[in-house]
């Protein structure tokens, strides 16, 4: 089950790189450095230039490495879904839930994380068969908003993006998300050109989430 094996390498990651760049080298540099770092949930965005390029050579490059999971981000329709699925990506998310990215995602057997922020929004993705939803921006909320949404609906499942970091990061988990985004913090180095603090900053990023995991 290919969609299933996707779900399990993405839960297990714990911690997804969010990447942004403004250029596809930097995208390149940016990914090696986190990768280096321990992470192995990689969201490749389609503000990044060459966007569909990144994603087909960084999949080609850890082809080898299956605990590596690669997805596209920031993919606002169906067509971008299906250029980045042929591209390589195992996973598509976007900012907001799209009926018809839903559509081509199942199609391809591929999960597809849509960015809400409602009830509403989040049963309408389940009826469509998403399985995982990408809370954001979860700097709205904070942590607690997690119980208020299993309230109703104790059978999502939340990764939230935005906000997450290394302060508040384990309360995340405590309130029952499976994995969580991380972006800004973890790579503002990149536009100083100092790929080397985004690879320690993802290994604290790790080793915090071992700790999480080691503590359950």
């Known amino acids: 089950m290919k969609r299933l094996d996707i779900l399990t390498r993405l839960r297990n990651s714990g911690v997804v790189a969010v990447i942004r760049a403004d250029t596809m080298e930097e995208a390149l540099k940016v990914?090696?450095?986190?990768?280096?770092?321990?992470m192995k949930g990689l969201e490749i965005t389609f503000t990044i230039p060459q966007a569909e390029n990144v994603i087909r050579e960084i999949a080609a490059s850890y082809k080898e490495f299956p605990e590596i999971v690669v997805g596209?981000?920031?993919?606002?329709?169906?067509?971008?879904?299906?250029?980045?699925?042929?591209?390589?990506?195992?996973?598509?998310?976007?900012?907001?839930?799209?009926?018809?990215?839903?559509?081509?995602?199942?199609?391809?057997?591929?999960?597809?994380?849509?960015?809400?922020?409602?009830?509403?929004?989040?049963?309408?993705?389940?009826?469509?068969?998403?399985?995982?939803?990408?809370?954001?921006?979860?700097?709205?909320?904070?942590?607690?908003?997690?119980?208020?949404?299993?309230?109703?609906?104790?059978?999502?499942?939340?990764?939230?993006?935005?906000?997450?970091?290394?302060?508040?990061?384990?309360?995340?988990?405590?309130?029952?998300?499976?994995?969580?985004?991380?972006?800004?913090?973890?790579?503002a180095p990149a536009k100083t050109g100092e790929f080397e603090k985004i690879t320690a900053m993802a290994r604290e990023y790790m080793d915090k989430y071992g700790e999480i995991q080691s503590g359950k």
């Not at 250029?83 to 998310?93: K, P, R």
């Not at 922020?117 to 997690?146: H, Q, R, Y």
């Open 31 to 38: 990914t090696e450095a986190v990768v280096k770092g321990g």
């Open 72 to 187: 596209a981000g920031t993919v606002l329709d169906a067509y971008t879904a299906r250029m980045a699925i042929m591209a390589g990506a195992e996973y598509i998310v976007s900012p907001c839930f799209n009926s018809e990215t839903a559509e081509i995602c199942n199609l391809y057997q591929i999960p597809y994380l849509p960015g809400c922020m409602t009830i509403t929004e989040m049963k309408e993705a389940l009826k469509a068969g998403v399985d995982i939803i990408k809370l954001f921006p979860g700097s709205a909320f904070g942590p607690s908003i997690v119980s208020s949404y299993k309230a109703p609906l104790p059978q999502l499942n939340i990764m939230p993006t935005g906000g997450v970091s290394l302060h508040n990061m384990e309360e995340w988990f405590k309130q029952g998300v499976i994995a969580v985004g991380v972006g800004g913090n973890l790579l």
